[in-house]
C-alpha cells in the first residue's frame, strides 16, 4: 500500500477516489475547448474554428481510446483500470454519457449562438428547402454538371452486400420504393430497395449562392445531392435520404519483433486503417429515417449509446475551410494575426554557429520565429566545414524546408543520420514517404527502435574547425515542424556545451547501435530514465523543505496520467510542498484533497496558441533546477517512448523561464482551475484586477524585446507580481 504520512496519520494514496479517469480527464478538456467556441470574448471566426478543433479532436478520441476500450471488452477484459478504478465497460458508459451532452451542447452553440451572429454579419447556411425557384434551378445545373458524374449509388441487396464504408466518410441511406401500377401495402413493401451514395471527399463541402448583393450564402453538398438524388435512381421513387457518419477503429496493430522490414509493414497496416470496426455513428437529426438507422445499426455492429443525432451539420471539421473562405471579406471576424519575432538572443546575428558559441540561445514559440531552427540545419548543410548531422523526425510538415536541408547535406557528401519515427501516430504515411524520400538523397534512415516509439525531439551538428571537433546541439519540446510552429507554444535550446554535445553524441549511437544504455552528464532518456530522475527530484525538493520550509515545484505540460509520478507529487503536498501544475489536457491527479492534495493547483490554459511546452522546475533552496522536455508525465512517455529530459544550465536563461511560468499562473483569462472533485472552472478575474490573458501579453512581450532587453528580468516579474496589464503594457510601449 502506497501511502502518505501528515501528522501522523497514514493515508491510502491507492484509493480510486484520488484520481481521475484519464479518457474522462480528456473528455473535460475538449469542453474546455468548445467553451472557446462559446466565448464571446474571442472573435467570431475564431470560435468556430474552435468547434472545428472539439469535432477533430472528438474523431480521433473515438477512433483511438474509444476503439481500445471496445477492444477490451471484445476480448473480455474487464478488470478496472489502475487508477480511478472503472472497468473498461463502466469508461465506456461515462463516456458515452458525457459526450452526448457535449454534442447537445455543441448543437446549441452552432445553431442558437454562433449561426444568428454570423447572420448579421450577412453571411449564412441556408437549407436547401428555403432557395428561390431561380437559385434551385441553378443548383441543379450544378449538380448535373459537377456532381452527378462523381456519384456512385451502390444499391445493397443479396448480390450486392452492404459496402465498407471508409473512416469519416460522409455518406447518405437511401431507402426506394420501385414504381408499379399495384399498389397494395403487400407489394409496396416489398418494392422497397436499399442504397448507399458516398459524398465525394473531393467535392467542397458547401456551395456559395448569389442571391443578394453584399451578402454571402451557402448551401451544404450533401444537401444538394439529397434534393436531386432522384436522378441516381430512375424508375424508383425516393422515400427518405439520411445523411449519416461512421468513425471507425484507426489503431494499428503493428507485429514489430515479426516485421522483417517495419517500412513494409506499417504501409501493409495504413490500408487498413480506413476499414476498421465501426466505433460510432453520427445521424443528422430531423433529416433521418429510423428504419434506415436500424438498419445501419445492425450493419455496423453498434449499439445504441454509440448512436449520435446530431442538429449541426455533420463532421464540423469543415469549418477549418469555411473560415479561410470568409476570412478574406470579413477580416474584422478574425482575431489579428500575429507575427513570431526575430528572437531575442539572436538579435542582429547572422552566423548562428557563432552566436552558439558564445552563449546558449533559448527559443520560445510561436512568440519567437522558427526560422532560426530551420536555419540551424540549412546552414550546416551548407557550411563546408560540418561534417555530420543528425536528428530525429517525429512529425515535420507538408513541404519541410528541413528535409531537404538534410537531403541536401547528404548530396553534398556530409554524413547524415535521420531518425523518423514511423509510428507516429497519424503522421505514419507522411513519414513513410519522407523516410524513402531521405534514403534515396543519400541519408542513413533509422526507423526508431523495437516496441518503442521515439518522441525526443533532437538535432547535433558536428563540425571541424582549426582542426578541433565541435558539437552544437539544438533540443526542444516540440517537433521539427514549421507550419504548427506557428501555433503550437513550445521551448527549444541551441548549445554548444561540451558535455551536452557528448550525451547528444552517445544518445544517437544508442538509437543507431547495438549498446546499453549510455550514462549521461545532462540528458535524462526514457524510457524509466525520466521517471526516476523526476522521482529523485522530488524527494530532494521534499527533503529542501524540510529543512527551510521554501518547497516549491512548478510543472508545465500537455497532460499527467502516471502514478509513480502522482504518488510522488501528493507526497510532497502532504510534507508541504507547494507544487503548481499547469496542464492542458488530461490530469489524472486531483488537487485540493485535504491531507493528500491540499497545497497542490491545477490549471489549463486553452486560447489562440496549443499549449504544448514542456517545463519542470524545482526550487531546492533557491539553487532552482529547470528541466524542459519532449515528454508528458504520462506512464507511456516514461516506459514505452524514447525521450529526453534537458536542463537550462544558465541562470539567465532560467529567470526567463520562470517570468514566462509565473504570468501563466497569474493568467485569469484563459485559466481554468481543477477543484477536488475533478471538475474545472474558469480563474475569476478579481475586480481590483485587470485581466491577464498569458498569451496576448506574450506576444506583445515579443514584439517589443528590446525593451525587455533594456530592462532586467527581475523589474518584469515585479511588474508581472503587481498583477497589472496596464503597468506592463506601459513598460512595453
Known amino acids: 500500500m502506497t501511502t502518505a504520512s501528515v501528522d501522523n496519520n497514514v493515508i491510502d494514496l491507492e484509493r480510486a477516489?484520488?484520481?481521475?479517469?484519464?479518457?474522462?480527464?480528456?473528455?473535460?478538456?475538449?469542453?474546455?475547448?468548445?467553451?472557446?467556441?462559446?466565448?464571446?470574448?474571442?472573435?467570431?471566426?475564431?470560435?468556430?474554428?474552435?468547434?472545428?478543433?472539439?469535432?477533430?479532436n472528438l474523431d480521433e478520441f473515438f477512433m483511438v481510446r474509444v476503439a481500445g476500450l471496445l477492444d477490451q471488452v471484445k476480448a473480455g477484459f474487464n478488470r478496472p483500470e489502475n487508477k480511478a478504478g472503472l472497468t473498461p465497460k463502466e469508461q465506456l458508459a461515462a463516456i458515452s454519457e458525457i459526450t452526448h451532452k457535449l454534442v447537445e451542447k455543441q448543437d446549441d452553440i452552432y445553431i442558437d449562438e454562433l449561426s444568428p451572429l454570423l447572420a448579421k454579419e450577412r453571411v449564412k447556411f441556408v437549407p436547401i428547402s428555403k432557395v428561390s425557384p431561380t437559385t434551385l434551378s441553378f443548383l441543379e445545373i450544378f449538380f448535373d454538371r459537377e456532381i452527378f458524374p462523381i456519384l456512385t449509388p451502390m444499391a445493397v441487396d443479396a448480390y450486392r452486400p452492404f459496402p465498407m464504408l471508409l473512416n469519416k466518410s460522409l455518406n447518405l441511406a437511401i431507402r426506394l420504393q420501385q414504381r408499379c401500377e399495384v399498389n397494395t401495402d403487400y407489394e409496396k413493401s416489398n418494392n422497397e430497395k436499399l442504397a448507399l451514395v458516398q459524398v465525394p471527399a473531393g467535392l467542397n463541402r458547401y456551395v456559395e449562392l448569389h442571391e443578394h448583393e453584399g451578402a454571402r450564402t451557402f448551401v451544404l453538398v450533401e444537401q444538394i445531392i439529397s434534393q436531386f438524388i432522384y436522378k441516381l435512381f430512375k424508375g424508383y421513387d425516393v422515400k427518405s435520404v439520411t445523411p449519416f457518419r461512421i468513425t471507425r477503429n484507426a489503431d494499428l496493430t503493428i507485429h514489430e519483433d515479426e516485421a522483417e522490414d517495419l517500412l513494409k509493414e506499417i504501409e501493409e497496416e495504413l490500408k487498413k486503417r480506413k476499414w476498421g470496426a465501426a466505433v460510432r455513428l453520427e445521424v443528422q437529426k430531423h433529416f433521418y429515417d429510423q428504419k434506415m438507422v436500424e438498419y445501419l445499426k445492425e450493419e455496423l455492429e453498434v449499439h445504441d449509446k454509440d448512436i449520435y443525432y446530431v442538429q449541426a451539420p455533420l463532421d464540423l471539421t469543415f469549418l477549418f475551410s469555411f473560415y479561410k473562405t470568409i476570412q478574406s471579406s470579413h477580416e474584422h471576424l478574425v482575431a489579428p494575426s500575429f507575427i513570431p519575432q526575430p528572437p531575442q538572443d539572436l538579435e542582429g546575428e547572422k552566423d548562428i554557429f557563432t552566436k552558439i558559441i558564445d552563449e546558449d540561445v533559448l527559443l520560445h514559440h510561436p512568440y519567437e520565429s522558427f526560422e532560426p531552427v530551420v536555419n540551424f540545419i540549412s546552414q550546416a548543410a551548407d557550411d563546408p566545414d560540418v561534417l555530420a548531422i543528425k536528428q530525429t523526425l517525429y512529425r515535420v510538415s507538408g513541404d519541410s524546408p528541413i528535409i531537404k536541408s538534410l537531403e541536401r547535406a547528404a548530396e553534398k557528401g556530409k554524413q547524415v543520420t535521420v531518425l523518423v519515427e514511423l509510428k507516429a501516430r497519424f503522421d505514419e504515411e507522411n513519414n513513410v514517404q519522407w523516410a524513402k524520400e531521405l534514403e534515396k538523397s543519400g541519408c542513413h534512415v533509422l526507423y526508431g527502435m523495437t516496441g518503442l516509439k521515439t518522441h525526443s525531439k533532437i538535432t547535433l551538428v558536428l563540425r571541424r574547425k582549426k582542426g578541433e571537433i565541435q558539437r552544437f546541439v539544438h533540443l526542444g519540446t516540440g517537433n521539427y515542424n514549421d507550419a504548427t510552429a506557428r501555433v503550437y507554444t513550445d521551448l527549444g535550446l541551441l548549445t554548444s556545451n561540451e558535455q551536452i554535445g557528448i550525451d547528444a553524441t552517445n544518445f544517437f549511437n544508442y538509437l543507431s547501435g547495438y549498446m546499453e544504455k549510455p550514462d549521461y552528464h545532462h540528458l535524462s532518456v526514457s524510457p524509466f530514465g525520466i521517471r526516476d530522475t523526476f522521482l529523485e527530484l522530488i524527494d530532494k525538493e521534499i527533503a529542501y523543505h524540510k529543512q527551510n520550509g521554501n518547497g516549491h515545484i512548478?510543472?508545465?505540460?500537455n497532460s499527467l496520467t502516471d502514478k509513480h509520478i502522482i504518488v510522488k507529487l501528493y507526497q510532497a503536498s502532504a510534507a508541504g510542498v507547494k507544487v503548481d501544475l499547469i496542464i492542458r489536457g488530461i490530469c489524472c491527479l486531483r488537487?485540493?484533497?485535504?491531507?493528500?492534495?491540499?497545497?497542490?493547483?491545477?490549471?489549463?490554459?486553452?486560447?489562440?496558441f496549443l499549449e504544448h511546452t514542456r517545463i519542470?522546475?524545482?526550487?531546492?533552496?533557491?539553487?532552482?533546477?529547470?528541466?524542459?522536455?519532449?515528454?508528458?508525465?504520462m506512464t507511456r512517455n516514461m516506459e514505452n517512448r524514447v525521450e529526453i529530459l534537458f536542463p537550462i544550465l544558465k541562470d539567465h536563461l532560467k529567470e526567463r523561464v520562470y517570468t514566462w511560468l509565473d504570468l501563466m499562473l497569474k493568467d485569469n483569462v484563459k485559466a481554468r482551475e481543477q477543484d477536488k472533485h475533478g471538475e474545472y472552472h474558469y480563474v475569476k478575474c478579481q475586480p481590483h484586477n485587470e485581466a491577464i490573458n498569458s498569451q496576448d501579453i506574450l506576444c506583445q512581450m515579443a514584439y517589443n524585446a528590446k525593451k525587455l532587453q533594456n530592462g532586467t528580468v527581475n523589474e518584469w516579474k515585479h511588474k508581472l507580481k503587481l498583477a497589472s496589464l496596464g503597468s506592463i503594457k506601459k513598460l512595453m510601449f
Open 554 to 557: 512548478i510543472a508545465k505540460m
Open 17 to 56: 477516489s484520488l484520481y481521475n479517469n484519464r479518457e474522462l480527464s480528456w473528455l473535460a478538456f475538449n469542453k474546455r475547448v468548445l467553451e472557446e467556441a462559446k466565448d464571446a470574448n474571442n472573435a467570431l471566426l475564431e470560435r468556430y474554428k474552435f468547434l472545428s478543433i472539439f469535432s477533430s
Open 591 to 608: 488537487p485540493g484533497i485535504k491531507g493528500v492534495s491540499e497545497n497542490i493547483k491545477v490549471r489549463s490554459i486553452v486560447g489562440t
Open 616 to 633: 519542470y522546475c524545482f526550487y531546492h533552496n533557491g539553487n532552482s533546477k529547470v528541466f524542459l522536455s519532449s515528454a508528458d508525465l
